[in-house]
């Protein structure tokens, strides 16, 4: 029997299913949904401790787990819990180690896309604001020249629709809550960031779209790419038919748009 091409949480009805866009014998990187949180295991304040969630999972002999002989998965870096996409697990303590040193040295190249909403200075620029933990509020981080840890963001303007904008994100560091601090210090907050934008009903508009690195063990290239449409057509952008991407194409097998121009998007109009 094959291998199910994701993990599952739960059971019976209420079970997820969360897509794996990659795996090999010391990783396995998932299509993190929105709505689960990245937080210590013994911390039950919450049924979506995804952690939590993986390690039951894993306890109870689920099908993917036992197919795979997964007996230990840990999460190796963090998204925030309302972003979604890329997120790598390492599947042993010494991986964890490995990869995690990966992102410490800054080796892991890191893509994101976020919608923001404002009008940007200029199409491309790095933001190298320091970030520390707000005193007032501890769900919060601020800019703080002084006492901050320092971080740098690249961003870049894929395509603009009046007041939103689509932009695309390269956090050279990996400090909390970074990506969505620098663009709001930018004077273009992320669409639904209740924290550092505006407050809106509609979810928050940021995803991880790509991981680059040197597998430690093999020394080969990795590179694991997220689907990209759903998040573009929820915000009413849209990728032009030629570029053959498409919602149902194998993640490994999507274009780089690592070097894509403004052009290469279009803007739909909501119905």
Known sequence: MAKPPYIELGHG???ERIPILYEDRSVI?????????LVPFTWQRTSRNLQAAIQSSIGAGAFWARCRQVRFLRYVHRLDADT??????ARSP????SLGDL???????????AVAVGQPKAEQWTCRMSLA???????RMRVDARDG????????????DGARVLIEARPYTGRTHQIRVH????GLPILGDVLYGIRSEEPLALRAVELRYTDPFGRRPVRIRAPIDTFLADYGFEVPPASGESEEAAPGNLPDRSNSMSRRFRHTPPP
Not at 94 to 97: H, R
């Open 103 to 113: 992102f410490e040295s800054r080796r892991m190249e890191k893509r994101y896309l």
């Open 13 to 15: 009805r209420e079970a």
């Open 29 to 37: 990187a998932i299509d993190k949904p929105r709505g689960w949180m």
């Open 183 to 186: 663009l709001a210090e930018s």
């Open 94 to 97: 010494g991986a964890v180690e």
């Open 84 to 89: 979604t996409g890329i997120l790598l697990f």
């Open 149 to 160: 840890k320092e971080a740098e963001t690249h961003f870049r303007v894929l395509a603009r």
């Open 133 to 139: 933990k707000d005193p007032q509020n501890v769900s």
